[in-house]
């Protein structure tokens, strides 16, 4: 069965970049766009961007532009979002989510919950 | 882009019928027969209950249908039971792999 396993919750400090890891498994890793999307508490969902795990290209919404790097490695089934200079305002869930195409998401991971603290 | 349009709330009793309406562009919803409808509980993460305007998924009740019309798409849900109570949030592919989401219609079984 398809699965995606989110890395845990992080605490990170007002400037700071985070990582978050997506390890997918129950399909095969490179034939699908990875999406993923974050919820701020109380907020609706927000598309931040996809990459596609066979050649590595990405597409990343506007607002997160020069902010936000997703990248992949295909040996262990796992893609990543790492965002930098965080804020306040970054205080979210953030989920990846397989794309079944035309950005229609089937399958979602857990979610990581991102605090920011000054 | 901006986000689709749903409205904030709905509400209806055990076994009655309920549609959610998500209104969008002709650049986006009315653009593509690439909607989807998600579902979600409280603390969880999003499900997918519909796709490509009106498919169900696998282990999706029947209960839930989605339709389209211009610029507006539908998510109708028959039936209504308890566990139906949710969020849900519909989106739209735009461009380039490109989506955007409706802002979310909380629905309440009375």
């Known amino acids: 069965q398809v699965q995606l396993v989110q890395s845990g919750a992080e605490v990170k400090k007002s400037g700071a970049s985070v990582k978050v890891s997506c390890k997918a498994s129950?399909?095969?890793?490179?034939?699908?766009?990875m999406y993923w999307v974050r919820q701020a508490p109380g907020q609706g969902l927000e598309w931040m961007g996809w990459?596609?795990?066979?050649?590595?290209?990405?597409n990343y919404a506007q607002k997160f532009q020069g902010r936000v790097t997703m990248t992949r490695d295909t040996s262990i089934s796992t893609a990543y979002m790492e965002l930098s200079s965080l804020r306040s305002d970054d205080l979210a869930v953030y989920y990846c989510?397989?794309?079944?195409?035309?950005?229609?998401?089937?399958?979602w991971g857990q979610g990581t919950l991102v605090t920011v603290s000054s | 882009q901006s986000a689709l349009t749903q409205p904030a709330s709905v509400s209806g009793s055990p076994g009655q019928s309920i549609t959610i309406s998500c209104t969008g562009t002709?650049?986006?919803?009315?653009?593509?027969?690439?909607v989807s409808w998600y579902q979600q509980h409280p603390g969880k993460a999003p499900k997918v209950m519909i796709y490509?305007?009106?498919n169900r998924p696998s282990g999706v009740s029947n209960r839930f249908s989605g339709s389209k019309s211009g610029n507006t798409a539908s998510l109708t849900i028959s039936g209504l039971q308890a566990e139906d109570e949710a969020d849900y949030y519909c989106?739209?592919?735009?461009?380039?792999?490109?989506?955007?989401f409706g802002g979310g219609t909380k629905l309440t079984v009375l």
């Open positions: 989510a397989k794309s079944r195409g035309w950005g229609q998401l089937d399958y």
């Open positions: 129950g399909y095969t890793f490179s034939g699908y766009y």
């Open positions: 990459i596609n795990p066979n050649s590595g290209g990405t």
């Open positions: 002709s650049s986006d919803v009315g653009g593509y027969d690439y």
């Open positions: 490509d305007v009106t």
């Open positions: 989106s739209s592919y735009i461009s380039s792999g490109t989506v955007v």
